[in-house]
């Protein structure tokens, strides 16, 4: 399969104020994990070891006076929009519970 680069100029707003902001993943290949965080193990999908690390997640539209579509935005451009860290957000959501 080829990859292709393309540029896409509009706007984002975020519709799901309750999805979660944040998950665990393989600190190499970042894929996601059952592991609790801080936890050893070997990752299922890249098969290195490795420890579970939080990694920030934010779903949102972009959208342009035309159409909009679905995006998911990782790491650390999530990371810039939501204005925090994975790790704030859990200490965050820690104090609320």
Same mark, same amino acid.
Request: with cysteine; aromatic share 12%; charged share 25%.
């Given at each position: 399969? &080829? ?7 509009? $706007? ?6 309750? &999805? ?10 970042? $894929?996601?994990? @059952?592991?609790?965080?801080? /936890?050893?193990? %070997?990752?299922?999908?890249? $098969?290195?070891? +490795? %420890? +579970?690390? +939080? ?19 990782? @790491?650390?451009? +999530? /990371? ?14 820690? /104090?609320?519970?």
């Amino acid at each position: 399969m &080829q990859r292709s680069t393309y540029l896409v100029r509009g $706007k984002f707003r975020m519709v799901d104020f309750h &999805q979660s902001f944040h998950y665990v993943s393989c600190e190499n290949c970042n $894929k996601a994990t @059952g592991y609790d965080l801080g /936890e050893n193990f %070997i990752c299922y999908s890249c $098969k290195n070891a +490795a %420890i +579970a690390r +939080a990694r920030c997640r934010v779903y949102l539209d972009v959208y342009d006076d035309t159409t909009s579509t679905p995006v998911v935005i990782f @790491g650390s451009l +999530a /990371e810039e929009i939501l204005g925090c860290t994975a790790v704030d957000l859990i200490d965050r959501t820690d /104090e609320v519970r």
